[in-house]
């Protein structure tokens, strides 16, 4: 829960949508973001928790599906 503030302030700063959210062992968000600033998030979220969070991309067509 240490980076959950610093994870906040990226999602505004990367224009992502939280779609939705969980909080039990760890904190897990299901996020919608422009496809160009995908890569910069997942960067940022390292950076920004020093290498403890993921990011896993996912195709929103597999959504779909």
Same mark, same amino acid.
């Given at each position: /829960?240490? @980076? =959950?503030?610093?994870?906040?302030?990226?999602?505004?700063?990367?224009?992502?949508? =939280?779609?939705?959210?969980? /909080?039990?062992?760890?904190?897990? /968000? @299901? =996020?919608?973001?422009?496809?160009?600033? =995908? @890569?910069?998030?997942?960067?940022?979220v390292r950076d920004a928790t020093r290498?403890?969070?993921?990011?896993?991309?996912?195709?929103?067509?597999?959504?779909?599906?």
């Amino acid at each position: /829960y240490a @980076d =959950v503030g610093a994870l906040q302030q990226l999602l505004g700063a990367h224009e992502a949508r =939280v779609a939705a959210e969980a /909080y039990a062992a760890d904190v897990t /968000y @299901d =996020v919608t973001l422009p496809a160009p600033s =995908v @890569d910069a998030f997942a960067a940022a979220v390292r950076d920004a928790t020093r290498g403890t969070a993921r990011v896993t991309p996912q195709d929103p067509a597999a959504r779909d599906a």
